[in-house]
């Protein structure tokens, strides 16, 4: 992605066709290493091929993917109205031998 990322960068600052030296020093200019690997990768697939075209396919592409949906299930009143106190309690225990712990017989402006 951080190499993709620096050749959309690069091309909407005017490069209509970064070389693998141009997105190496983008990458180094905020201190990310370059996997050279994948660079040529990314340049080999992207060589002659026009950027809007490409993002224009891919979203329709992703408009066909369905996302979203119910957003899962809700927990059941009663439940959660009925283990809340209890853990609260616990909880309070926890924080007062915490405190009594850190306190160490003296106060932060004694």
Do not use: W
Not at 10 to 27: A, C, F, R
Not at 81 to 100: I, L, N, Q, T, V
């Amino acid at each position: 992605m951080k190499h993709l990322a620096a050749y959309l960068l690069l091309s909407l600052g005017g490069n209509s066709s970064p070389s693998e030296k141009d997105i190496k020093t983008v990458l180094e200019s905020v201190g990310i290493d370059a996997d050279s690997e994948r660079l040529s990768s990314l340049i080999s697939e992207l060589k002659g091929k026009d950027l809007q075209e490409l993002i224009s396919e891919g979203s329709s592409k992703l408009a066909s993917v369905p996302s979203g949906g119910s957003g899962g299930g809700a927990a059941a009143p009663g439940a959660a109205a009925g283990g809340a106190p209890a853990e609260e309690k616990e909880e309070e225990k926890e924080e007062e031998k915490e405190e009594s712990d850190e306190d160490m017989g003296f106060g932060l402006f004694d």
